[in-house]
């Protein structure tokens, strides 16, 4: 490996821990960039996705302030994230890519419509919340958990920008700010990644490049703390418009790929 892909590899993963705690999405940065390097898919996918996991935890704890008081809320979502990357791993083990990357761009479209609508959602969400003749929590809170399920899945089977799945999702059920819901979506987004990379470790051993590993997270650690830093200060609409063309390159590089 050249001084240069050593450059590029690090600087890819930067790039990409620091837009995964923004949004999601990183995986669109690094995968291709490990392509180009001639290295095959699945060591680039295996590899990629263990190195972005110390960019989640260094992004997480970036947006610790925002989980202030979240508790309950990661309780109850977190064991979805969980069993849902576990079986998007089984699935990534037993079914062609073909399978599930046909709904994804149907997926991320719905995602995107929710994130665009999410302030008049959210204010729905409140009021019905605040009027006890119209409490409708056991019904949001189920819709939430077999959501974050779904979004567990696919984040195990596909991963690339389901953190706009997430905050598609929870912007609409929970009446919280942008940026303590991102906070939310850092730690479910990590819980679904860590179950992918241990998969990885177990069943995946021979496709593991550790160089690759080594510099994606060294580059994510780190582009994690500068999402944080950084992606805290955008107000609530500039986060939008930056999930929504997130999530619309992610569509298009699906489909041109796919």
């Known amino acids: 490996m050249s001084w240069f892909e050593v450059l590029a590899i690090f600087a890819a993963g930067v790039a990409a821990g620091t837009i995964n705690t ?5 995986s669109l940065i690094t995968f ?5 390097f001639g290295f095959p898919p699945v060591t680039a996918n295996v590899s990629n996705n263990i190195g972005l996991v110390p960019g989640g935890v260094s992004g997480t704890w970036g947006y610790r ?6 508790g309950r809320l990661l309780r109850l979502l977190a064991p979805m994230s969980f069993v849902g990357a576990m079986v998007g791993a089984l699935l990534l083990l037993r079914l062609p890519a073909s399978a599930f990357e046909a709904i994804v761009p149907v997926l991320l479209a719905i995602s995107l419509v929710l994130v665009v609508l999410q302030p008049r959602l959210q204010a ?9 003749d119209q409490d409708e929590s056991r019904w949001h809170r ?7 399920l779904g979004a567990g899945a696919y984040g195990g089977y596909f991963g690339a920008a389901q953190g706009v799945l997430l905050m598609g999702l929870l912007g609409s059920l929970v009446p919280e700010s942008m940026q303590r819901l991102n906070g939310v979506k850092n730690v ?4 679904v990644n860590s179950v992918a990379a241990l ?3 177990v069943v995946a051993r021979d496709h593991i490049d550790w160089r690759v ?7 994510s650690l780190l582009g994690g703390v500068l999402g944080s830093r950084y992606g805290r200060r955008l107000p609530p609409g500039a986060l939008r418009v930056f999930i929504v063309v997130v999530g619309l390159v992610a569509i298009v590089k699906v489909v041109t790929t796919g």
């Open 199 to 201: 998969t990885f470790l």
């Open 188 to 191: 479910l987004a990590l819980v």
């Open 22 to 26: 923004i949004v999601g999405s990183g």
């Open 142 to 148: 189920a819709l939430l958990m077999a959501g974050t």
């Open 124 to 132: 729905r969400v409140a009021a019905r919340h605040a009027d006890p």
């Open 32 to 36: 291709p960039t490990l392509l180009a």
């Open 213 to 219: 590993v080594a510099l994606i997270a060294a580059g």
């Open 65 to 70: 302030c925002e989980l202030a008081g979240q």
